[in-house]
């Protein structure tokens, strides 16, 4: 298969997902038990890809929750701010 095959795939996979699919958090776990699962069984080369993309899906997740913390952090402080008024 090409490149271009697999990305309609993809695409094809996203559109017909439902609106309540899997969280960003439950995919990352997901390929982190299949890479435990494949440790050895996959070439290290293969393996190393399937980390390194399961770090930018960590770490997309984890500035997910650090603006959504944040977005909270300024509301409240916007809310108390009110209150002193």
Do not use: W
Request: charged share 30%; glycine share 4%.
């Amino acid at each position: 298969m090409t490149q271009d095959e697999i990305l309609d795939m993809f695409r094809q996979q996203a559109d017909s997902m439902p609106p309540e699919s899997p969280t960003l958090n439950a995919v990352i776990l997901e390929l982190a038990q299949i890479l435990a699962q494949s440790r050895g069984r996959l070439p290290e080369e293969t393996f190393e890809t399937l980390v390194r993309i399961g770090a930018v899906l960590y770490k997309e997740g984890r500035n997910r929750f650090d603006a959504r913390s944040d977005v909270a952090e300024i509301m409240k402080k916007s809310a108390e701010d009110r209150g002193n008024e």
